[in-house]
């Protein structure tokens, strides 16, 4: 049976204003559930929004229709954008969802019941845009230490989670667990500055608006959003019901891929909220950097962005997707500009890979009339490419293991560069000159289709309508990850198709 790999990006705040840098988590669970799904894996790969929450209470208000018009209506941006990014989820999951409401309510009472959860009262600060509480410490000048916006004074009824019962055993299971949270530096931040300042018992209802899921058994009260919003990893599964067919497959989750703000919600509530649910924790947390503009944060009120859609039509989703694979470091803040991304586009994709795949398949045509034929006459250069391809598949592996996406995808890179150095080298056009050389100038031709089409295979998790071109021009079946193991998979004896370009070079 498949090993199964549970990954998750956190469900998004509807908008009708994305952004590139919401686009960045996405794709990256996106190439990391492909690559998992390329490789053998049952991958169970979930996205969703997360609908509830005073800041929808107040747009919806501000528009005049009711939440729940509200969200059913910009929910479809989120849909479409995934869409137009190949984003390719097995599940999206709605906190509007009836099933999901039902069982955060038992989840709630569950925890209520057995003392996790107490009535008290609360005063302190609330972030709005956030939906976090500070404390005075925290919110120095009642400013939020996340957004900088202004956090208010609040003071109601409500109920707490007892998260300093669970201060010792979470750090526990961080001694336990040294992968659980990645990069290594988010994890000291949270042990440093969260977990051994002490844990205090967290906020987990509001009476002060009522676009939320209610405490059933005390109605004034709307479940607090994050205790709603982390439910949906489980509720998606059937949880309650922990013998569903899901829950019992996919639970628990590989992968929480999740922006480094909101790295506190997952590796410090969540893990609190399962343990006192008795359920497993989740096998990893990335927390992942954020993609700036001119340094600062990609904003609406600065106006300092397209719609990612702009970019996919005007230069291709490919392109976009592999600028946000590419570019930054994962795990590391970057800066993300146009002028990057078409530069990215020329050098690796126009260039580099579009290049050789046209040159080849182009002299395929020219001095064989794109039949496929593998003489088998190698010398020293020939060995060193079939070794570079043939390592690709486990480099790769290790790479993505350590979820290290862009040196993964530069390792895929290196190789398609040395294949073009290849060409330059073996010249093949001096070759076909003489008719003596053709076994040899059909060996390098062969040697190459067959890089590209290793290449390609790779390359499927992250530019995934560019390697289906490829497979196209090349005519192959062989497209699966088992077929990259050896060299010499590429069938003899097939004509290829004619070449298309993959990218054009773009000048602007
Ligand atoms: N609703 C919460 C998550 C609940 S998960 C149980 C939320 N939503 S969000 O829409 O604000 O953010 C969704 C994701 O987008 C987060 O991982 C966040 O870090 C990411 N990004 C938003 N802006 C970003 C950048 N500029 N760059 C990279 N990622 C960014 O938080």
Known sequence: MAKKYYITT??????????????????????????????????YFQTGTDEHGEKIEKKAKEAGITPKEYVDKIIENAKDLWASLGIS?????????????????????KLYEQNDIYKGEYKGLYCVPCESFWTESQAVNNICPDCGREVKEVSEEAYFFRLSKYQDKLIKFYDEHPDFILPLSRKNEMLNNFIKPGLEDLCVSR???????????????????????????????????????????YWPADLHLVGKEIVRFHTIIWPCMLMALNLELPKQVFGHGWLKIDGGKISKSLGNYKDPREYIKEYGVDAVRYYALREVPFGNDGNFSEEALISRTNADLANNLGNLVNRTISMSHKYFDGLVTNPKINTEIDEILINKALSLKDIVETKMNELKVNEAIDEIMDTLR?????????????????????????????NLLETIRI????????????????????????????????FGTLEENIILNKPEILFNRIDK
């Not at 919401?22 to 049952?42: E, F, P, V």
């Open 89 to 109: 989820y097995d599940y999206f999951i709605r906190t509007t969802d009836k099933n999901h409401e039902e069982a955060v309510q038992k989840i709630f009472k």
């Open 10 to 43: 956190p469900i998004y705040y509807p908008s009708a204003n994305f952004h590139i840098g919401h686009c960045y988590t996405t794709i990256i669970a996106d190439s990391i559930a492909r690559y998992k799904r390329l490789t053998g894996y049952d991958v």
């Open 207 to 249: 009476t002060s608006f009522k676009w939320g899921i209610p405490v059933d058994f005390d109605p004034n009260h709307v479940v607090y959003v994050w205790i709603d919003a982390l439910s949906n990893y489980i509720t998606s599964l059937g949880y309650p019901n922990t013998k569903s067919e899901k829950f019992q497959k």
């Open 455 to 486: 290449c390609a295979v790779l390359l499927t998790p992250f530019i995934p309508t560019t390697s289906s071109k490829i497979f196209n021009e090349l005519n192959t079946k062989k497209t699966d990850y088992d077929s990259i193991s050896t």
């Open 418 to 446: 040395f294949a073009n150095k290849y060409i330059d080298e073996t010249t093949p056009w001096s070759l076909a000159k003489d008719e003596t050389k053709k076994n040899r100038l059909a060996t390098i031709l062969y």
